[in-house]
């Protein structure tokens, strides 16, 4: 079973750069790799996607490393506003069928 | 424009109702998402329709029962639920199914069941 794993919580001051990665050892030539941003009772909003070396965007950037068996999400100089939790979704495809399977995710808290 | 709307925002039934959420996207996408999330839990897949047809039932028990009508709506039925499955039903979408499209979410409907 193709799976994606995150470590569980980190804590930021403002202003800090926040790495978060996420592994995911079983992926497929084809499959991307995506973050998510979900606050409470919220449905979670999409952040970035990449397949493979860097991807950046107007709030995050994504560094994916060439044998693209993990992923790492960066947030640059955070906010109080970034305390979410963080997905990382790999659409795992093969042998006819995909797995859509969100990892446990991680908690991001950002001090003042 | 990434919308996905979900309606409604809150649905309290009981366990005899018959009920329905709805999802309704105008993106051109024709994949579309059922996904169920507990409290503090990440968001677990239900079914998907590609080209409006059942791709994937992740062995959800029939009491759920969904329904793509056309392109742009789904449903989701819902009947003799029980009390474990209150929860934030989050509806989604992209342009196929297949991996590099960017899957696009809805605010979700909480649904309470008494």
């Known amino acids: 079973l193709a799976k994606t794993t995150q470590p569980i919580s980190m804590d930021s001051y403002e202003g800090q750069e926040v790495n978060i990665t996420c592994s995911h050892n079983?992926?497929?030539?084809?499959?991307?790799i995506t973050w998510y941003q979900q606050f409470p009772s919220q449905g979670p909003r999409f952040i970035i996607q990449g397949y493979k070396t860097k991807v950046t965007n107007e709030v995050a950037s994504l560094f994916i490393p060439a044998d693209r068996k993990s992923s790492t999400l960066s947030l640059p100089r955070v906010s109080l506003s970034d305390t979410a939790v963080y997905y990382c979704?790999?659409?795992?495809?093969?042998?006819?069928?995909?797995?859509?399977?969100f990892g446990k995710g991680t908690k991001l808290s950002v001090i003042p | 424009d990434t919308e996905v709307t979900q309606t409604p925002k809150h649905l309290v039934m009981g366990m005899t109702n018959k009920k329905s959420l709805k999802c309704e996207q105008h993106m051109g996408h024709r994949a579309m998402y059922w996904y169920k999330q507990k409290a503090k839990k990440p968001p677990e897949l239900m079914f998907v329709y590609s080209y409006e047809k059942l791709s994937i039932n992740e062995s959800v028990p029939s009491r759920f029962s969904p329904e793509c009508p056309n392109s742009s709506l789904l449903n989701l039925h819902l009947h003799a639920l029980q009390p474990e499955d209150s929860a934030l039903y989050l509806c989604?979408?992209?342009?196929?199914?297949?991996?590099?499209?960017?899957?696009?979410f809805g605010e979700g409907s909480w649904l309470t069941v008494v």
């Open positions: 979704l790999v659409v795992f495809s093969g042998a006819g069928s995909y797995q859509l399977t």
């Open positions: 079983n992926i497929a030539t084809n499959d991307y």
């Open positions: 989604a979408s992209s342009l196929t199914g297949a991996s590099g499209n960017t899957i696009y």
